[in-house]
């Protein structure tokens, strides 16, 4: 079936240093897609989303690219803070799946000091 | 900003027995939605609900689940005899429309004895 998942399931960075988190997803419908940051006992906290028909959208000290080609998308944390330090999930949409949003495994960043 | 809210936080309960998991979404917004989450694990999708049905199910949402929007604000999940393997953190998020944000709840931790 359809899944979303993610290359890696930790990534340790020193405070200060830009991360990356990579998502690769195999619906080539997919057409949303949202970066979520869960910390310990807490709900999903949306950080940034991006459509299908954009290959990078910027925020605060995040950007998300999209390349549709490979069918990857990747979330840079600039200048990480250990705040930063949470479980990260890459998530899907697409006409297929109707409403659900897919979600994909989740990546362990580690920011120390 | 609005947020989802959930109520209790955490609910212990026995085998066999019955539980209601509730929700109130972000006014405004038109779908709803449960997710759950075992320890350790990826957020899978339970139900989605628009237009006071439900949209899509996936197959963990058997028989003994059922959703409810019994007035204009409240969301409840239902889980009519509850077993071990139902323990998990469930969450309710709601969005605007069907490829938009996803707004999570903070989550209600089920422990089922």
């Known amino acids: 079936g359809e899944s979303v998942g993610l290359h890696l399931p930790t990534l340790s960075v020193q405070e200060g240093d830009n991360s990356i988190i990579n998502c690769a997803y195999s619906n080539s419908a997919s057409d949303y897609f949202i970066w979520y940051k869960q910390e310990s006992g807490k709900g999903p906290q949306f950080i940034i989303d991006i459509r299908s028909n954009m290959d990078k959208r910027q925020g605060q000290r995040v950007t998300v690219l999209l390349n549709k080609t490979v069918k990857h998308l990747s979330l840079q944390i600039a200048a990480t803070q250990p705040g930063d330090s949470a479980v990260y999930f890459c998530a899907e949409n697409s006409q297929t799946s109707g409403s659900r949003l897919t979600f994909g495994e989740g990546t362990q960043l580690t920011v120390n000091p | 900003e609005p947020e989802v809210t959930q109520t209790p936080s955490h609910q212990v309960t026995q085998m066999g027995q019955e539980v209601i998991l509730r929700c109130v979404p972000i006014?405004?917004?038109?779908?709803f939605y449960w997710y759950r989450q075992i320890l350790g694990q990826k957020v899978e999708f339970l139900v989605s609900f628009y237009n006071n049905e439900i949209s899509e199910k996936s197959e963990i949402f058997d028989d003994q689940f059922s959703v409810e929007r019994p007035d204009g604000s409240n969301f409840t999940l239902k889980i009519r005899s509850t077993k071990l393997e139902d323990s998990a953190m469930y969450f309710c998020?709601?969005?605007?429309?069907?490829?938009?944000?996803?707004?999570f709840g903070s989550g209600t931790q089920l422990s089922v004895l």
């Open positions: 006014s405004n917004h038109l779908y």
């Open positions: 998020a709601s969005r605007l429309y069907w490829s938009e944000k996803l707004f």
